[in-house]
């Protein structure tokens, strides 16, 4: 188990985000808790968007589907096969004369269940969205904290090495102060002791 870090994310997050709101919303708190425990926010977004029913995943395939080249493709060809062999092949004896009304029938039933489907879809996509923005958010704000968090740190490092080096320059100068005042001292003793010493005679 890794060790809590000292710094305190929460207080620190409350004067960052907080601003005149002494309490956080819970999707920052839950954020805040993972920094304080160190836990990883970002993960597989395909894993946050996999948790689909039946019913969604159908929508999107049919969406998708219907919104492809390959659909307009198809739907083109069994309407200009449908018009074809109820208009030249079968004669008299077609199923859907003109004006194709079971044709026609057909193309309102598909356009009325594809309206929903592609509305299902729709709806799954901005769900999708929703969750992306707020997984973007989470991982952006627990990165912001982070930095403010370094900043932080760093700053009270440098503040810390400051007063170190103003102490140990403080000490420095002690004991400069001190080794001058006893080399004063001491040059002081030496002059004391030649003018005391009693003078030689010069008398042969």
Do not use: C
């Not at 919303?25 to 395909?46: K, L």
């Not at 269940?113 to 969750?131: F, G, H, Y």
């Not at 704000?141 to 503040?159: N, Q, V, Y």
């Amino acid at each position: 188990m890794q060790p809590k870090p000292s710094f305190d994310y929460l207080a620190r997050a409350r004067a960052w985000l907080g601003g005149r709101r002494p309490e956080l919303d819970r999707a920052t708190r839950e954020i805040v808790q993972r920094a304080i425990d160190r836990g990883v926010t970002s993960t597989d977004p395909g894993e946050l968007l996999d948790n689909v029913t039946v019913g969604q995943a159908l929508a999107d395939r049919v969406a998708a589907f219907g919104g492809s080249w390959t659909f307009i493709a198809l739907f083109v060809g069994a309407l200009v096969a449908w018009v074809a062999l109820n208009t030249a092949a079968l004669g008299s004896h077609a199923i859907d004369p003109f004006p194709y009304i079971f044709l026609n029938l057909m193309l309102s039933i598909i356009a009325a269940l594809q309206a929903p489907v592609i509305m299902m879809s729709q709806n799954r996509q901005a769900s999708k969205d929703r969750e992306m923005a707020g997984y973007d958010y989470a991982v952006n704000l627990k990165a912001e904290l982070e930095i403010m968090a370094l900043h932080e740190k760093m700053d009270a490092m440098r503040s810390d090495q400051i007063m170190l080096l103003l102490t140990q320059q403080q000490t420095q100068l002690d004991l400069l102060t001190r080794l001058v005042e006893r080399a004063s001292e001491a040059a002081g003793d030496a002059g004391a002791g030649v003018s005391d010493a009693p003078p030689q005679s010069s008398v042969p």
